[in-house]
């Protein structure tokens, strides 16, 4: 599956966003999804999951309360709501694929097979 994650850009701190992860190919349905990012001189942190069938989400303790990570299946597509953004959330954001159904698979970079290019996004104190 490819991917293309979309949305991105520049806003002030409280501010949101939502970002879409636009995916092509029939099997969409078949893998997760997981949200990454990675700031300027850091590493690629996960952010959020969502199971094929969207019975299971999983947020890094940064983000939740904040970032709800949903799906449109019929419509190929993911999406990342982020509300009341920080300057810390900067960074550039990456949509994944996974063919895991194991939920500890899906917290680490390692189990995504198919990466789209980032967006980035930015905020502003």
């Known amino acids: 599956v490819q991917l293309q994650a979309s949305g991105g850009g520049l806003v002030q701190a409280g501010a949101f966003l939502r970002l879409s992860c636009a995916a092509s190919?029939?099997?969409?349905?078949?893998?997760?999804i997981g949200w990454f990012r990675q700031a300027p001189g850091k590493e690629r942190e996960f952010v959020a999951t969502?199971?094929?069938?969207?019975?299971?989400?999983y947020y890094v303790d940064s983000v939740k309360g904040r970032f709800t990570i949903s799906r449109d299946n019929a419509k190929n597509t993911g999406y990342l709501q982020m509300n009341s953004l920080k300057p810390e959330d900067t960074a550039v954001y990456y949509c994944?694929?996974?063919?895991?159904?194991?939920?500890?698979?899906?917290?680490?970079?390692?189990?995504?097979?198919?990466w789209g290019p980032g967006t980035l996004v930015t905020v502003s104190s």
């Open positions: 969502i199971k094929w069938d969207g019975t299971y989400t």
């Open positions: 994944a694929a996974s063919r895991y159904t194991y939920s500890a698979y899906l917290k680490d970079s390692l189990g995504y097979d198919s």
């Open positions: 190919g029939r099997t969409f349905s078949r893998y997760a």
